[in-house]
């Protein structure tokens, strides 16, 4: 199977895997090619476990808007938009070692991980469900938190090092310099 046949398979899959967690009467807002579906009532997660023993598996869990205690809108270095969603404990199930052992960790197991706050990325601002949420959550009434951005540590010059880099052109078969002239 070719990578973008496998991706839209994968994504059919993901699609009727989130249309069957729906409840009877509840009405989809908004679709993004990613995370999450927004209904009318609730955002909608799923993922495919990828760790033995149930890999291939998909699992769901759901937020819903009148759980969200408190919001705050950001955006990444290339201005691509993120929400971070505070709200009661949800269990997400996620790959954890079967076994420790001192600082050693192996095996594959699964668990449910409490979280409180879930940070959604979005593509851009256009994105259906990142307008949905944030129209929802300020009609609501949810606070909302001071906007704030993620930007890579230091600065561009400090991060590349100070090295330059230069390209040379090379003549033909490998020569350096001028060509000489040809008649």
Known sequence: MLPMEYRLARRAEREAFLAGQMEPGEVVVARSRREPLVTDRRMLFARQLRQPPRSGEW??????????????????????PILELEHPAVAVIGHVPEHRFLWFEWGNAEEAIEQTTTTLRFPDRRDPAFIAIRDRLEREGVPQGKPFAIRPPGTREGRLGGGVLSLKRWG???????RAPSG
């Open 59 to 80: 699992v769901a869990h759901s937020i819903a808007f009148s759980e969200v205690t408190h919001w705050r809108s950001g955006q990444t270095h290339d201005e691509r």
């Open 172 to 178: 033909r078969a490998g020569r350096r310099g001028p």
